[in-house]
Nanobody, 124 residues
Framework: DVQLVESGGGSVQAGGSLRLSCKAS????????LGWFRQSPGKERVGIAA???????SYADSVKGRFTISQDNAKNTLYLQMNSLKPEDTATYYC???????????????????WGQGTQVTVS
C-alpha cells in the first residue's frame, strides 16, 4: 500500500500562489498515475491535475496555465504549484495515486485507490 500526506495549504489573497506537497510512503514504486483533486462543500470531488509514470501531465480547463503538477521521485513527493489563485479555487485539496497508467489523463476519482487526508486552500 501507499500512504499519502498532503501539506502546504493555507489562506492566500486572490492573485497569490501556494505550493502543495504530497509525501508518499510505502510501495511508491508501484504508482503509475498520481493526481490532485479538490472538493468544495456540497460539490463532488474533481480531478484537476494528473501525471503518469512517463511524466505526461493533464489539467482541468479551470486550472490550465495557472497550476503545475510535478513529482520528485528521489523524495517520493508530488507537488502542485498554484499561481494566480482565484476565490473559486477555494477547496480541500487531495492527492491520490493509482497503480495503472491507462486513462491517467482522465483524472477519474473512481480510478484512484489511495488518498491523502486533504489540505484546505482558502483564497479571498
Amino acid at each position: 500500500d501507499v500512504q499519502l500526506v498532503e501539506s502546504g495549504g493555507g489562506s492566500v489573497q486572490a492573485g497569490g500562489s501556494l505550493r502543495l506537497s504530497c509525501k508518499a510512503s510505502g510501495d511508491f514504486a508501484k504508482t503509475y498515475c498520481l493526481g490532485w483533486f479538490r472538493q468544495s462543500p456540497g460539490k463532488e470531488r474533481v480531478g484537476i491535475a494528473a501525471i503518469d509514470s512517463d511524466g505526461s501531465t493533464s489539467y482541468a480547463d479551470s486550472v490550465k496555465g495557472r497550476f503545475t503538477i510535478s513529482q520528485d521521485n528521489a523524495k517520493n513527493t508530488l507537488y502542485l504549484q498554484m499561481n494566480s489563485l482565484k476565490p473559486e479555487d477555494t477547496a480541500t485539496y487531495y492527492c491520490a495515486s493509482r497503480r495503472t497508467r491507462e486513462a491517467c489523463a482522465a483524472r477519474a476519482a473512481s480510478d484512484f485507490g489511495e488518498w491523502g487526508q486533504g489540505t484546505q486552500v482558502t483564497v479571498s
